[in-house]
């Protein structure tokens, strides 16, 4: 099986066996979260009983269309399990993620859950991350002001990077569902996730940024050889 979507569906599939009756979930936001939601459609008409909370109005579109049950993190503020995809993973299971541009409502989803499942193809697996651009999540107001004390922080993280403000493939500017910009930052190795994650917390203007540290427990990462279950220590 070497067909980018087969894999993606076989690592989805997989996670699905974690998946019990009664359990509420988040839904992730992405290529490889679409082909869970799909499947856990099926399992739904079968007789599945699970609630969903959806990173994404994509996301949420999806799984009212195919009927899978969906609540909010103000009913349901505790979550069993996220299921989600990445864009980058690394041997600790750091992620980068928003490639999508649903990092914020992601993120705020994976902290509320009490795992993080990640499901994704073997060419999202990184020594390190970095190579995949590293979305950050900006308000409009004082843009020009955030991107350079942005360039700053990933100066001084020993990343230094082009940025770019995300468009659409019209040339609009990509507005995330929460009305806000998208700065890519193109770092190619990022040598300390940990510490870039915090400094870019610290600059005024930034909402979120795609690293995800220390977030994923299980990782589920589908090869033409099968799907490997990757666990963090």
Do not use: W
């Not at 839904?27 to 459609?41: E, M, N, R």
């Amino acid at each position: 099986m070497t067909d980018p979507e087969a894999l993606k569906r076989d690592a989805a599939a997989r996670a699905l066996t974690y998946v019990e009756n009664g359990m509420r979930l988040g839904l992730g936001t992405g290529s490889t979260a679409k082909h869970f939601v799909d499947l856990l459609a099926e399992r739904v008409k079968e007789g599945l009983k699970v609630v969903g909370v959806p990173t994404s109005e994509v996301t949420r579109a999806q799984a009212e269309r195919l009927g899978v049950p969906l609540t909010t993190l103000d009913e349901t503020p505790e979550l069993d399990i996220t299921i989600d995809g990445a864009d980058e993973i690394d041997p600790a299971l750091n992620l980068i993620k928003g490639g999508g541009g649903a990092l914020l409502r992601e993120k705020i989803v994976a902290a509320a859950s009490g795992r993080m499942i990640v499901i994704a193809d073997a060419s999202k697996r990184v020594e390190a991350l970095g190579r995949f651009p590293l979305p950050i999540e900006v308000n409009a107001f004082g843009l020009g002001a955030t991107e350079r004390a942005v360039a700053r922080v990933l100066e001084a993280a020993g990343c230094p990077a082009p940025l770019s403000l995300r468009r659409k493939a019209d040339g609009h500017v990509f507005v995330t569902d929460g009305g806000h910009m998208i700065l890519d930052a193109a770092c190619a190795r990022i040598p300390d996730p940990p510490t870039l994650g915090s400094r870019l917390h610290s600059v005024p203007g930034v909402v979120e940024h795609g690293l995800f540290i220390g977030l994923a427990s299980l990782a589920i990462i589908a090869s033409p050889g099968g799907a490997e279950v990757v666990g963090r220590v």
